[in-house]
Structures are given as C-alpha cells and as structure tokens.
C-alpha cells in the first residue's frame, strides 16, 4: 500500500495540471532548444527549458481564465480527463523530438566559433533539471495562488467580489515583493557585498609592490598599495614593461605611466578624481604622447588586452588612468548603484580634462577615453558634447558597449539604411565607427573629423545585443545579413527569445576568446590603430604583435 502512495501523488499532480496550459509549455520549451547567441551546457539549457515551460504553463492558464471569464463552457469531465491524458502523450512525444536534436542546434553555434562540437546535449540530466525547475517554480506560482485565494475570500465577507480578487492581487504581490526583496535580495546582497570587499582587498602574494618610485602604490606614490584594491594592483603590476616593448619591437621603449585609484583611498568620487589627477602630476603623465582615461567595470577590473596593446602601439609612451567607484561585479553594481559609476567617470574626466586644456597645445599628449562594458557606460556618460566642442578630446575606444549605453543607442538607431544593427555605419563615418573580428573600420571614402570614436562588439555580444522588446517582437539584429559568429539556425519566438538572452546575458564571459563579451587582443589592435592614428608600424609588424598576444 505504502508502494502505491509515490504513484498516487503522481498521477494526482498530474491531472490537477491545465490541459491548455501543457499544451503552450510544450511549445515554449521545444523552442527553448534552438540556438541563440552563446553555448549552453545541460544545466543552463535545463534551467531556460523549465523557465520556459513555466511560462507557457502560465500563458496557458492565463488563456484559460480569460475564456472562462467570457464564459465560455468547459469541457465535461468525462471528455476533459482523456484529454490531459492525450496531452501528456504529446507533450513527452514533441519534448524527446526536441531534446534529441538539441545538439546540432548547440553546434550550430559552437561551429563558427571554433570549439570542439558535441555528440550530445545530454537530453537525460537537461530533461530532469527542466522537471525540477518546472517544478520549483508552479509551486511559488500555487502559492502565490493560495495567498490570492485565502485573501480575496477573507475581503469578500466586508467588499465587492471583484474588489476583493483585485486585493487579493495586490496583498499576494506585495507580499511576495517583501520576501524577496526584504529577505533573499537584501541577505544574498549583504553576503554578496561581504565576499567582493573581502576579495578586494585580498592582497595576492605573487603581486609585489612596485619599487620604482614612478610606480602608483610605491613607496613614493600618493595612493597606497592596499589601498588600490585587488583589480587596481593587478592593473599596475601587471602591464609591460619599457624592457619587454622595446626587446619587441628593437627600440627604445618607454615606461608606461599607470595611475589606479582604489575605492578606499578617499571617501568620494571628487576627492579619488583629484588624488588621481596628484599621482598623474607626480608621474609627469602630461609630458605623454597618449593619455587615457579609463572606466573600470563594476570590479574595478581593466581589460590588459585592451591597455597592453596600446603600450605596444606607441612603444610605451602612453599614460592611462582609472579610478575605482565599486567592488561589486558589474551586473550587482549596476542593479544596487546604477549612477554611482557615471559619477565617478564624470568627476575623473573633469579634473584630468580642465588640467590636460589649460596645457598649451603643442604640448600636451592626445586624449582618449576608454571602458569596457559597464565600464563604456560610464566613460560614454562622463561627458556632453557641448561641453568640449571648444577644444575635443581625440576620441574614445568603448568595447562591448551594454545594451543601455545612451549614445550607442541613438546611433545604431540612426544608422544608415542598409547597414546592419551588428556593424552599423553611421553617416560618412567621421566621428563613429563599429568594427569587430574582421577589421572593419576602412570605410571607403571616409575621413576622421578631429574626433574619432570607435565601438568594438561582437554579434554574439548578448550584453550589447540584449532587448527587452525580444519578449514581443523580433530584434534587427536578427535580420540578414547577420553577424560572423551567429548562428544561421537562430530563430525569433516570443518570450523564448527574451529568456534566452537573459541567459545567454549571465554566460556572456565564458565565451571563446573573440566572442560573446571575452574580447581579444588582436581585435583591440586595429581598433586602436584607428583611433590612436598610429603611424610608423608596417602591416607586418602589425601581424607580428597579433601573434605575440594571441600566444600569451
């Protein structure tokens, strides 16, 4: 007797399931299969494939609702019961179809990014990790019901029936709103914020401070070496030295100049600005060739590839600074202080452009902004234009730009007709530029302006490529011609699409080097060839440096 009880409880959770509601999950989670930008392994894919029958699921029961609400009537129970049983055949049967041709799908994009193809999606471990999802998520669902339905009926002996339903709405929100916000959002914040401060200020043994007193964090520096942070020490320490550029290149190369302000070196972001605008006068880095403003991202982090390169282009004679406004990782940072890293990008760009224009100018370096990511957010909102027509700084090199970047966002809009959403051409191309893996920024007939500004993405960029409207309509990217790295079997399906790209969003840095948000050296280079004007390197020496980084 006992035996039978898993069994019973079975087939009664089973007939207690929407007819209709199975019917529209089947369908969003057969969908949820196809490719989209990035890989999936089996546990994501089985986390998106239960997301997805869940919503459907609901869309289904929403639909059900509604024709009960027009009152239309319900099939009899004897009619009812066959078919639940007619639909579990269908759904398992549509279900094992699109888990065993998941793989072609994945390879469909693992192809022209150059990984190793699978023989298997692992349709077994995605099935039971979709189940379980599925599950966990129709049991907040029914509970969030429950508290619908107790409430409305406590309401109905004092207000309106309707009145009441539409109470029970609002208490059931409110108090879901409360649990997640007040218990899980604030304790995995606070934990969060607890783990990330404790990683920055980890001090790695195989880091030493630097000796030469030129060096931010020595001796004779104004910022300390714990103070700097973890990503702060790892940018000063880490990039190369005038040695190893001019072994390189056979040259007398120069000592970059590398400024970092960590986030404990001062309580605001004007007083870390001004420390940073003291250190880059101690270091002289206004008698530069190239000077750089940095936007860390949401770490602190600076992408080497992107500084390295540069170091390497002008043979050392560039200085570059960055000013930590967080320790967070940048999707927590954007989510708990959205503002806090324009702020801090403003107040650098301020102090460092009101001193590099009140230098004569044939006697201050070229000025550039950079940032990757959040950090591009923030670097692209440090200034107006309006504000430096007068005397422009040379350009700006953002890579991996967010979906919500201001002025990204008005120029792929605005691009030319014809021009695709993934390497829009914008006007006659004297002031923006896009490229990517392929150098793309030799537009025929096109002259720089004394501004030049050049956006590095990726098509398979789900960061630059996210869009909400993907819940209801098919985004332009999706339109042929599409991009190098994405897959010709990408399909649009709405709300699929949307969960997909929330995933494809929180596996954007486990991208192959050259895809998704992971951007390469070699890919910086002619971008930064481009926006620096780089002059008196041959096609070949270029080559060869493209190697050099594409082997370490």
């Not at 195989?206 to 000796?211: D, K, L, N, V, Y």
């Not at 290149?249 to 003291?278: C, K, Q, S």
């Not at 025929?444 to 490529?465: E, H, K, N």
Request: proline share 6%.
């Amino acid at each position: 007797m006992a035996g039978l009880m898993p069994h019973r409880w079975i087939v009664k959770f089973w007939t207690s399931l929407s007819a209709t509601g199975l019917y529209v999950g089947t369908l969003l989670f057969a969908a949820s299969f196809t490719p989209s930008l990035l890989p999936r392994t089996f546990t994501t894919q089985g986390i998106l494939s239960g997301a997805c029958f869940a919503a459907g699921y609901c869309i289904g029961l929403f639909g059900r609702w509604l024709a009960r609400y027009l009152e239309f009537p319900d099939p009899p129970e004897h009619v009812l019961r066959p078919i639940k049983y007619v639909s579990a055949a269908l759904c398992a049967f549509v279900a094992s179809v699109f888990l065993w041709q998941a793989a072609e799908w994945q390879n469909s994009i693992r192809v022209p990014m150059g990984l190793d193809l699978l023989d298997s999606a692992h349709p077994l471990r995605t099935g039971l990790v979709a189940a379980a999802t599925f599950i966990v998520l129709l049991f907040l669902g029914r509970l969030f019901r429950l508290i619908l339905t107790f409430t409305s009926f406590r309401l109905r002996r004092f207000i309106p029936r309707r009145v009441a339903n539409v109470l029970g709405v609002v208490v059931a929100i409110a108090l879901f709103w409360a649990v997640a916000e007040g218990i899980l959002f604030r304790f995995s914040l606070r934990a969060a914020d607890a783990s990330f401060r404790a990683y920055n200020e980890l001090i790695e043994p195989e880091i030493e401070r630097p000796a030469d007193a030129r060096k931010t964090g020595s001796a004779a520096s104004l910022i300390d070496w714990e103070d700097l942070g973890r990503a702060g020490r790892e940018f000063v320490a880490s990039g190369p030295s005038a040695a190893e550029i001019g072994s390189f290149w056979g040259v007398d190369a120069m000592e970059p100049i590398r400024v970092y302000v960590g986030l404990n070196a001062a309580e605001t972001a004007e007083e870390r600005a001004e420390l940073a605008l003291r250190e880059l006068n101690r270091t002289n880095a206004f008698e530069r060739s190239v000077l750089v403003i940095i936007t860390p991202t949401g770490t602190g982090w600076s992408d080497p590839a992107a500084i390295d390169t540069l170091e390497y282009l002008h043979d050392g004679d560039v200085a570059s600074v960055a000013v930590q406004y967080s320790y967070l990782t940048s999707w927590l940072s954007l989510l708990v202080e959205p503002d806090y890293g324009t702020e801090n990008a403003r107040a650098l760009f301020s102090a460092v452009y009101e001193r590099w224009r009140d230098l004569p100018k044939d006697r201050r370096p070229r000025l550039y902004l950079h940032g990757l990511s959040l950090g591009s957010f923030g670097s692209e909102a440090s200034t107006e234009l309006f504000e430096i027509l007068g005397d422009p700084y040379q350009g700006a090199l953002w890579s991996g730009p967010p979906f919500a970047n201001r002025m990204w966002q008005y120029v792929t809009r605005q691009r030319n007709p014809g021009s695709p959403e993934w390497l829009p051409r914008f006007r006659d191309g004297s002031y923006v530029r896009f490229t990517n893996q392929f150098n793309e920024l030799a537009i025929p007939g096109a002259v720089w302006g004394p501004m030049r500004i050049v956006y590095l993405q990726y098509a398979s960029d789900p960061v630059t490529f996210f869009e909400y409207q993907s819940l209801y309509r098919r985004p332009e990217w999706m339109n042929q011609p599409r991009g190098p790295d994405v897959s010709p079997e990408l399909r649009w399906y709405p709300v699929v699409t949307f969960l997909q790209l929330l995933v494809d969003m929180a596996l954007a840095t486990t991208a192959p080097m050259g895809h998704g948000h992971v951007y390469a050296p070699e890919h910086y280079i002619d971008a930064w060839m481009e926006v620096t004007a780089v002059n008196g390197k041959s096609g070949q020496q270029i080559q060869r440096l493209k190697e050099h980084f594409a082997i370490r």
